[in-house]
């Protein structure tokens, strides 16, 4: 075991990606996460790396389209409104195949909403947000530690695939402090980067970095070429947990992020009223873990009950999974409001005794 240091979220994020190698940050402030950006700034200049901010987020997330280019580990972070501006951005870097890591550290919305954390951005990070014919991994930590972990597995599976991939979490992983230990960890075998608009790797001819296509045939060939490299990642990179999952139970929950922290409460206080609650933890919410509900969906009685920071997001990703073979259900709360665990145990108790 190695030391551990009390650290702020949004901090933590910032020196997991400096262990990470980022070798350049291009970010704009925006409330919960401007601390990482205010982390970059006082550590990349001291070790010859680059911190830039940007007059703006659409003129960041065009920075890291370039940094990428050139092969280097890139980052930019910040939350819900600024994710929104910078969603052309995104969509170029995906089209141009270019390795990055986005952090969405999620608010209150819609519009400029609130700054209390929510998970109301779910359908902008795993259905595209933004256009095109294109997906990214997006990582769902549900504390600072994972967080710190999957900085350093986001940065390697955009390595690995050419893509970009986000790191999504609520405005209260940010701005809530943990102990948290930087761990050293084995250095993974990735391709080498001969596609980059420098002089990296064993370059035969001269790259261009570039996402247009004039000829339709060209972009449908791309874009196939895209699809297939998704489904590489769906079948690799699927990541969750199963907590308190084995045998019959009632009613299992699936949560992520926070939200999931939360309902791991209530299946403990659910146990002392004679309920055997289950979770499902996503920790990729794309690509969606529905392996998990083909290893539990002939052990639950009453089905299955989302619970989201948001309006009901990811309830429809559940009801995809279960695929109409057992009941889906819903509780949430919204606009920078906290799920109670009260008030979770009683939707479940509500639903539990129905059915029954």
């Avoid at 994020?13 to 291009?26: H, L, S, T, V």
């Avoid at 206080?269 to 920790?283: C, V, W, Y």
């Avoid at 009950?305 to 009801?319: F, H, L, N, P, T």
């Avoid at 709360?333 to 009260?342: N, S």
Wanted: hydrophobic residues 35%; neutral net charge.
């Amino acid at each position: 075991m190695g030391e551990k240091v009390l650290m702020k979220g949004n901090e933590a994020i910032g020196e997991a990606a400096i262990r990470a190698n980022c070798k350049a940050f291009f970010g704009y402030p925006i409330t919960p996460q401007t601390e990482v950006a205010a982390y970059m700034s006082r550590k990349m200049p001291k070790i010859g790396r680059v911190f830039l901010q940007a007059e703006s987020e659409v003129a960041a997330i065009n920075m890291v389209y370039g940094a990428a280019g050139t092969g280097v580990r890139c980052m930019t972070s910040s939350s819900s409104p600024g994710i929104s501006l910078k969603s052309e951005g995104i969509s170029y870097i995906a089209g141009a195949e270019l390795p990055c890591v986005i952090i969405n550290i999620v608010r209150g919305g819609p519009g400029l909403g609130s700054i209390q954390p929510a998970q109301s951005d779910y359908f902008q990070a795993t259905k595209g947000g933004a256009h095109g014919d294109f997906k990214m991994p997006v990582f769902a930590p549900s504390s600072i530690q994972e967080m710190v972990d999957l900085i350093q597995d986001a940065f390697d599976v955009a390595d690995t695939y050419r893509n970009p991939c986000m790191i999504m979490g609520d405005g209260m992983l940010g701005q809530m402090m943990e102990p948290v230990e930087f761990k050293e960890r084995p250095k993974k075998e990735l391709p080498e980067k001969t596609w980059a608009a420098n002089s990296l790797g064993d370059r035969k001819e001269h790259n261009v970095i570039n996402s247009l296509y004039l000829k339709p045939e060209d972009l449908e060939k791309h874009n196939f070429k895209l699809v297939d490299k998704y489904k590489e990642i769906e079948k690799n990179e699927v990541r969750y947990e199963l907590y308190n999952c084995e045998g019959e139970k009632d009613l299992i929950i699936v949560a992520y992020g926070t939200t999931s922290r939360i309902c791991k409460n209530v299946i403990k206080m659910a146990k002392e009223e004679g309920l055997n609650i289950g979770l499902i933890r996503p920790i990729t919410l794309w690509p969606y873990p529905t392996e998990a509900f083909e290893k539990t969906i002939d052990h639950t009685k009453c089905g299955y009950i989302s619970v989201e920071m948001s309006c009901g997001q990811m309830v429809e990703d559940v009801r995809l999974a279960s695929n109409g073979r057992k009941p889906v259900y819903f509780y949430g709360r919204t606009g920078g409001m906290v799920p109670h665990p009260e008030d979770i145990l009683n939707k479940i108790k509500e639903i539990v005794g129905g059915v029954k």
